[in-house]
T-cell receptor, first 114, second 112 residues
Framework: KNQVEQSPQSLIILEGKNCTLQ??????????LRWYKQDTGRGPVSLTI?????NTKSNGRYTATLDADTKQSSLHITASQLSDSASYIC?????????????FGTGTKLQVIP | EPEVTQTPSHQVTQMGQEVILRCVPI?????FYWYRQILGQKVEFLVS????????KSEIFDDQFSVERPDGSNFTLKIRSTKLEDSAMYFC??????????FGPGTRLLVL
């Protein structure tokens, strides 16, 4: 069964500090992995998307890594800001008969405090 | 910047009633999706739609659900006879030729 596990479940950090969120998946055959930011009550917003051949991808202060061998990904946030407070969701897609099956992780709830 | 829009933002309905949730995808996108998120739980895939037909659906998407693209701009999700457990946030998403899905702001559905 395709699964996406994220850790930690929640995290509180001081403004200006860095943090790293983890994602482990058992999705096959792997197509791509995406990180989304979801503010409370809003739709997810795409941060990064990586395919099998990509190890790292950056989007401003967000840097995602992917290890397809160990089926792990991380999202590193540099110099956190109060506006980074949100849930961060790891989403893994698998190819299935020409279509994509999408599995969402449960998310990490990040709170950045002054 | 173009974005996906959804209406209504909130809907309250009685159990057993039919609801239609509306989405306007980004104009040049051809792939459309519906997801739901029950309060406090993770986002769940419902259905994907391409070339005027369903391309993939989850086990959640049973006979009480249907999708339609009634014209060139709207994409709708209909729930025929709502149940209490249908209360959730429903997100529409659309995708162009790339891999990124763009999500709408969601419709919060409350079934009483």
């Amino acid at each position: 069964k395709n699964q996406v596990e994220q850790s930690p479940q929640s995290l509180i950090i001081l403004e200006g500090k860095n943090c790293t969120l983890q994602c482990n998946y058992t999705v096959s055959p792997f197509s791509n992995l995406r990180w989304y930011k979801q503010d409370t009550g809003r739709g997810p917003v795409s941060l990064t998307i990586m395919t099998f051949s990509e190890n790292t991808k950056s989007n401003g202060r967000y840097t995602a890594t992917l290890d397809a061998d160990t089926k792990q990904s991380s999202l590193h946030i540099t110099a956190s800001q109060l506006s980074d407070s949100a849930s961060y969701i790891c989403v893994v897609s698998a190819n299935s008969g020409g279509y994509q099956k999408v599995t969402f992780g449960t998310g990490t709830k990040l709170q950045v405090i002054p | 910047e173009p974005e996906v829009t959804q209406t209504p933002s909130h809907q309250v309905t009685q159990m057993g009633q039919e609801v239609i949730l509306r989405c306007v995808p980004i104009s040049n996108h051809l792939y459309f999706y519906w997801y739901r998120q029950i309060l406090g739980q993770k986002v769940e895939f419902l259905v994907s739609f391409y070339n005027n037909e369903i391309s993939e659906k989850s086990e959640i998407f049973d006979d009480q659900f249907s999708v339609e693209r009634p014209d060139g701009s709207n994409f709708t999700l209909k729930i025929r006879s709502t149940k209490l457990e249908d209360s959730a946030m429903y997100f529409c998403a659309s995708k162009g030729p790339g891999e990124t899905q763009y999500f709408g702001p969601g419709t919060r559905l409350l079934v009483l």
